[in-house]
């Protein structure tokens, strides 16, 4: 249904995707230090609550909706791949805009991005293989596992290895350039998408109305499971707000980085983390846009 989408990348476009989700993770982990490890575990209960919504809740909703409404196999293998993937970088910035708690926030994108080497390809594998329409797609495609867990490796936490220790070392350097860095390697991950949807800008408006449809669901449900694991756990106000923009703004560079890699002829799935990269980003500013005039959230 979707193979006239030209995803084709080369294999330098490809790496030039996956040196821009890198140079992501580098710009963001200079700002890191191990004590934000130690808050995890000294207070556990808001990185906890976003982990289980991460990592556990919203796989297996968004596997439930796409077999429950009969979604397209490649749009449905797209949201569960989306869904599997960690926090995205730039809730930390979205989350300080919004006024909530940075460090619950930063130390969420921590651990996620240490947790997805694991739980990535094992949520995308499991919960491809229960849903019946992705599952004869997946085995057509003969994905091999420890490859995605390298790729991930590679691209996660290695540049946050890096960038922790670059910070470490160069604090004054590290602290000028964590902010530019951002702006540009969102700038140049912005402009590759943008290509991909030149190139078909066609199909994109023909499919537009189903994937808007889709991705709003589904970032909308992220939203609200991760708003819902932070009021179980009776987290406060500010910590509730972290884990809620934590778990809805997905690391949509690496599905598609995993996309280009792995899956460089599933249009339908490209489309669906296309459309992603630009949606979450532009609702969480929002929200957070929201949040930060809200009387509440400013004498919480």
Known sequence: MYADIQVAFSPQSLLLLNGILAGMIFGVSMGLRREDFARVLRQPRAP????????ILLPA??????????????????????ASCPGGTFSNIMTWLGRASVPVSVSMTAISSIAAIVMTPLNFGLYAQLNPA???LLRDIS?????????VALVLVLPMLLGMS?????????ERAEKPMRAVTLL?????????FARNQTLFMDYAGQLLLLVALQNAGALLLGNLAGRLMRLPQSERRAVTMEVGIQNSA????????????????????????????????CL???WSHNSEVAHA
């Not at 906890?48 to 990592?55: D, E, Y």
């Not at 994905?143 to 790729?151: A, D, E, G, S, V």
């Not at 670059?166 to 590290?174: D, L, N, Q, Y």
């Open 48 to 55: 906890a609550a976003g982990l289980v919504a991460q990592f």
């Open 61 to 82: 909703a968004t596997c439930l909706a796409t077999t429950a409404f009969a979604v397209p196999a490649e749009l449905a293998l797209g949201m569960i791949l989306i």
């Open 134 to 136: 992705t599952r004869d």
């Open 143 to 151: 994905l091999q596992p420890l490859n995605l867990l390298l790729l």
């Open 166 to 174: 670059f910070g470490k070392r160069h604090p004054r350097v590290a």
């Open 188 to 196: 140049v991950f912005l402009c590759f998408v943008v290509v991909a």
């Open 254 to 285: 690496l599905g598609l980085s995993i996309i280009f890699t792995f899956f460089p002829h599933a249009g339908g799935m490209m489309l669906i983390a296309g459309f992603w990269s630009f949606w979450h980003l532009l609702v969480g500013l």
């Open 288 to 290: 957070a846009l929201y």
